[in-house]
């Protein structure tokens, strides 16, 4: 899929057959995959960006790296983009990233509210005792 235009990314994260995603690895974009539990395939491009990355391939190990950041001005060829795509969805590696991502999704949708927004009710609590 090609959209020119700003996607409903999240609607298209959230998808059933979503199976990874392809990222630059802005904020936004990491929170979001991380909630709906799909892998993905980190290709920073500058920015928060490489450290972003880092933390999901490497801290969370949720996804893979496209391109290592020491390596950001070689180009990135199809067959390397083949291999991180291959492992990502079709390997022992890719199973093991997958499921450490859905297990991540669900103990951060069990942090969220009703509303789906994060809950955190002992900041709340100290609001409230020092706002009286």
Same mark, same amino acid.
């Given at each position: 899929m090609v959209v020119r235009d700003w996607a409903p990314q999240l609607?298209?994260? +959230? !998808?059933? #057959?979503?199976?990874?995603?392809m990222s630059h690895c802005g904020w936004n974009s990491c929170f979001e995959s991380l909630l709906t539990g799909v892998p993905?395939?980190?290709?920073?491009? !500058?920015s928060d960006q490489p450290l972003n990355a880092l933390f999901l391939t490497r801290v969370l190990k949720t996804g893979l790296v496209v391109r290592e950041w020491v390596e950001r001005k070689e180009l990135v060829t199809a067959s390397v983009i083949k291999n991180v795509v291959e492992r990502l969805m079709?390997? %022992?590696?890719?199973?093991? $990233? &997958?499921?450490?991502?859905?297990?991540?999704? +669900?103990? $951060?949708?069990? #942090?969220?509210?009703?509303d789906g927004?994060?809950?955190?009710?002992?900041? %709340? #609590?100290? $609001?409230? !005792?020092?706002? &009286?």
């Open positions: 609607q298209i994260l +959230a !998808h059933k #057959s979503t199976g990874g995603f993905v395939a980190a290709w920073p491009m !500058h079709a390997s %022992e590696e890719g199973v093991e $990233i &997958r499921k450490g991502a859905e297990e991540l999704s +669900a103990a $951060i949708k069990l #942090s969220m509210d009703e927004e994060a809950g955190c009710p002992d900041m %709340e #609590s100290f $609001i409230a !005792h020092i706002t &009286r």
